[in-house]
């Protein structure tokens, strides 16, 4: 099993765009072969923007590459 976590910052006053993004990409993930699931963590406000670490799951790294 491949884990892929990552980290962003969003600028303040974007934080509806960047959730909106991050379904879109949530939603091509799924169906894709190697796909076991994933998840996005958010911290809430703490200067004005957010921080976000989408997590995600796949079988093997030859799925996750095929997927990028």
Do not use: I
């Amino acid at each position: 099993m491949m884990r892929m976590l990552d980290y962003f910052e969003v600028a303040p006053g974007r934080a509806d765009e960047a959730e909106r993004l991050l379904k879109e990409w949530a939603s091509r993930m799924k169906g894709s072969p190697g796909f076991s699931g994933g998840y996005v963590f958010k911290e809430v406000e703490h200067t004005g923007g957010r921080d976000y670490a989408p997590m995600c799951d796949w079988e093997n790294s030859e799925d996750l590459q095929a997927f990028w």
